[in-house]
């Protein structure tokens, strides 16, 4: 059984699908850059990034939701910035009391955390879009055209290749230990918790000893086919006309849309 929890390619025939994915990778970046770029409680500029993401969904033919409702996870992960509402100078809007400490939440600080948690929305939201609409083979020889470091992007090519390979072997210890625990009716298999403690333990170790085996099988089967530090592909990635203006009209849309944030 493979597991592909972790792929969030889909296949549509659109035109953002058929972009170059030097483009998406490039586009990305800057959309990331320029959102972190904005002044605190500039809402119009937000307000034009974030429709600028909801065409990319239309074109992408994803629809204008679906960044949308799968960025929402991401949100608690920004609510470690939640210090800036007390520690930015400004007006006082609200003090209470936590255990010893008298906290203040200024609206500096409230207007910092507010900016600091939809740039991180509308990041998260690009993000998403860029690994829906490119396969991740071909965002590796992204990185490479884009002169990554090979190294880097083996690394990080093996690390998302052999999650699906470490899960799908997790799930076979998995069920061989279900399929040696018996039960009777109405019990959960097994022992109690030291037991299921040892048995935890037993197959973080196999899972290690068999990782390290294979690792250094695939290592010396990659030697004998001539691996050579680089990752081939079939797709030539050769950038069109379309490519190129794409990429100078999302640049300039972005440029503007900084512009504005800053009057």
């Known amino acids: 059984m493979h597991f592909d929890a972790f792929d969030r390619y889909h296949e549509k025939e659109s035109f953002v699908h058929h972009l170059d994915p030097r483009v998406k990778v490039v586009v990305t970046i800057v959309f990331i850059v320029s959102n972190a770029l904005l002044p605190d409680g500039a809402w119009f500029a937000f307000i034009l990034a974030l429709l600028f993401l909801l065409a990319a969904n239309v074109f992408s033919k994803l629809g204008i939701g679906y960044t949308l409702k799968r960025s929402i996870i991401a949100l608690p992960f920004a609510l470690i910035a939640i210090t800036v509402l007390f520690s930015i100078p400004g007006k006082a809007l609200f003090t209470f009391q936590l255990f010893t400490w008298n906290l203040t939440i200024t609206d500096m600080g409230f207007l910092r955390?507010?900016?600091?948690?939809?740039?991180s929305w509308l990041s998260v939201q690009m993000a998403i879009l860029l690994v829906a609409t490119t396969r991740f083979h071909d965002l590796i020889h992204a990185f490479e055209h884009l002169r990554v470091p090979a190294i880097l992007t083996t690394i990080i090519a093996f690390l998302y290749r052999?999650?699906?390979?470490?899960?799908?072997?997790?799930?076979?210890?998995?069920r061989a230990r279900e399929s040696r625990s018996a039960?009777?009716?109405?019990?959960?298999?097994?022992?109690?918790?030291?037991?299921?403690?040892?048995?935890?333990?037993?197959?973080?170790?196999?899972?290690f000893l068999r990782?390290?085996?294979?690792?250094?099988?695939?290592?010396?089967?990659?030697?004998?086919?001539?691996?050579t530090g680089h990752l081939?592909?079939?797709?030539?990635?050769?950038?069109?006309?379309?490519?190129?203006?794409?990429?100078?009209?999302?640049?300039a849309i972005l440029f503007i849309v900084q512009m504005i944030g800053r009057l």
């Not at 955390?113 to 740039?119: A, D, G, T, Y």
Request: glycine letters at 8%; charged letters at 20%.
């Open 113 to 119: 955390f507010v900016s600091i948690l939809i740039r």
């Open 162 to 174: 052999y999650l699906f390979v470490l899960t799908d072997e997790v799930l076979r210890l998995l």
């Open 183 to 207: 039960a009777s009716a109405g019990n959960r298999s097994g022992g109690g918790v030291l037991w299921r403690a040892k048995v935890a333990g037993n197959m973080a170790g196999q899972l």
């Open 211 to 227: 990782s390290y085996e294979r690792s250094d099988r695939i290592y010396n089967a990659m030697l004998s086919r001539g691996y």
């Open 232 to 251: 081939y592909t079939l797709n030539p990635h050769e950038m069109k006309s379309r490519d190129y203006f794409v990429t100078a009209f999302a640049i």
